[in-house]
């Protein structure tokens, strides 16, 4: 469908992406979710075609690309149907390294991001923890400063890439807790190398995303070189606020791509399959449910296009970005669930494509803030929005 966001610079890119992934990636990615990992050689070919650097600055070699670019990419990403892969890739080249870009200094980003852009060193974001995930004034992972270093203990939870990464951009207590129980003060964010001594980590088995490598990483009294702060001591907060916004309309880009992907199989089953005489496709009972699908994702789409719109404006659109994870990431589940049962028993089978669909579309729910918290930001927005008249018009 052509589209005001995306010109013929972007179509070409769009078609040069499609075929990488397809040569390179789709052929092999149902190995590496058996084996739990992206190779190393695989990172590497992202980095020399410039996809973990779309939005990084040219000075870290990256692209400087329009946010548009992004779009592209993720939902070229998505479409591979491999959520374990677009969760590794993601995780890397927008969530975790975006925190060098926004406010690491030269010497950090030199060190850290011109390394990550190439492929070369692979990065993991640790913010979760086994007694704190939405609620980020639980975090109790303490960093405490000892001459030139910091001493960190504490587990992170969850971590995607923990398992195979050379960083981790981790959020750290730093400073007391204040302004009551959901306080937000004392949190800074800090780059730990994965070789340093007393970094730790141990594989988790999810029930998708497979191939992200899934780790509890843990920090005994590890001495941490000070100038691994990111940014200023005891604004993390801040700048998880900031970098949250992108990782939800990342998350919604790569779940409009995996629906794609998602509907473009079930509509080729259908099509293909056979009962008592005809197609499965030409049963009205089925092409209404298609239908109904096709037409959630593509207000979806417009949903996504306009917040990346609305971000590459230099918006924050928080509550866009709350709704465009929320409606992307259950309508992935409700497609995956439907392909699942159109296919039968042939969607049962644990290699199926519906399965598998189903098994990543669940994370997506949870992870980068699940869907009682994105319904609490809009809501909440919702309901304080001044009265028609009373005031400069809230933005819709
Ligand atoms: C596959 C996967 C990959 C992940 N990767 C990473 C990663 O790379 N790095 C990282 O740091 N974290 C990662 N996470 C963790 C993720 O960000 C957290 O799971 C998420 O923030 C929720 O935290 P929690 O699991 O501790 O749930 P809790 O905070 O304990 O919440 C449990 C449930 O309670 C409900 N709930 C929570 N808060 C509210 C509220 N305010 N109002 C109403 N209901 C609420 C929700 O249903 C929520 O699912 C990942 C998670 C998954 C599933």
């Given at each position: 469908m052509r589209?005001?966001?995306?010109?013929?610079?972007?179509?070409?890119?769009?078609?040069?992406?499609?075929?990488?992934?397809t040569a390179e990636v789709m052929p092999y990615a149902a190995g590496w979710e058996e084996?739990?990992?992206?190779?190393?050689?695989?990172?590497?070919?992202?980095?020399?075609?410039?996809?973990?650097g779309l939005l990084h600055p040219r000075a870290v070699g990256g692209g400087e690309r329009d946010l548009f670019t992004s779009v592209v990419f993720l939902e070229e990403l998505g479409r591979t149907g491999f959520g374990g892969l677009r969760a590794a890739v993601s995780v890397h080249a927008y969530m975790a390294t975006q925190y060098l870009s926004m406010v690491g200094g030269q010497e950090l980003c030199g060190a850290y991001l011109v390394p990550a852009v190439r492929g070369e060193s692979l990065a993991a974001l640790a913010i979760t923890e086994p007694g704190a995930g939405t609620d980020l004034s639980g975090l109790?992972?303490?960093?405490?400063?000892?001459?030139?270093?910091?001493?960190?203990?504490?587990?992170?939870?969850?971590?995607?890439?923990?398992?195979?990464?050379?960083?981790?951009?981790?959020?750290?207590?730093?400073g007391p807790v204040t302004g009551g129980p959901r306080g937000t003060t004392g949190l800074s964010l800090l780059v730990i190398d994965a070789g340093l001594p007393g970094v730790g980590r141990a594989?988790?088995?999810?029930?998708g995303w497979r191939s992200a490598g899934t780790a509890t990483v843990t920090f005994d009294a590890v001495r941490v070189p000070a100038g691994g702060l990111i940014g200023r001591l005891d604004h993390g907060f801040y700048y998880l606020m900031?970098?949250?916004?992108?990782?939800?309309?990342?998350?919604?880009?790569?779940?409009?791509?995996?629906?794609?992907?998602?509907?473009?199989?079930?509509?080729?089953?259908?099509?293909a399959r056979d009962v008592g005489g005809d197609a499965l496709a030409r049963k009205q009972a089925l092409v209404h449910r298609v239908a109904d699908l096709a037409t959630d994702l593509a207000a979806a789409r417009q949903l996504v296009h306009h917040t990346a719109w609305l971000f590459g404006q230099g918006e924050l659109p928080a509550v866009e970005c709350s709704m465009a994870k929320l409606h992307t990431t259950e309508l992935a589940?409700?497609?995956?669930?439907?392909?699942?049962?159109?296919?039968?028993?042939?969607?049962?089978?644990?290699s199926s494509f519906a399965a598998r669909a189903q098994r990543d579309a669940r994370a997506a729910t949870?992870?980068?803030?699940?869907?009682?918290?994105?319904?609490?930001?809009?809501g909440r927005a919702v309901l304080n929005r001044p009265a028609p008249g009373a005031g400069p018009a809230a933005r819709t």
């Open positions: 589209s005001p966001y995306f010109d013929d610079g972007h179509r070409e890119f769009r078609a040069e992406v499609r075929a990488f992934l084996r739990d990992t992206v190779p190393a050689h695989v990172w590497k070919q992202f980095g020399e075609r410039g996809l973990l109790g992972t303490t960093a405490v400063r000892e001459g030139d270093r910091f001493m960190v203990t504490g587990t992170k939870s969850m971590v995607s890439n923990g398992m195979t990464a050379d960083f981790f951009v981790t959020a750290v207590r730093t594989g988790r088995r999810t029930l900031r970098g949250l916004q992108m990782e939800r309309l990342v998350a919604a880009t790569l779940a409009v791509g995996g629906m794609d992907r998602t509907l473009d199989e079930l509509r080729a089953f259908l099509r589940c409700r497609l995956a669930d439907t392909a699942l049962q159109l296919q039968g028993s042939h969607g049962y089978l644990e949870i992870a980068a803030g699940p869907s009682e918290v994105m319904r609490d930001v809009i």
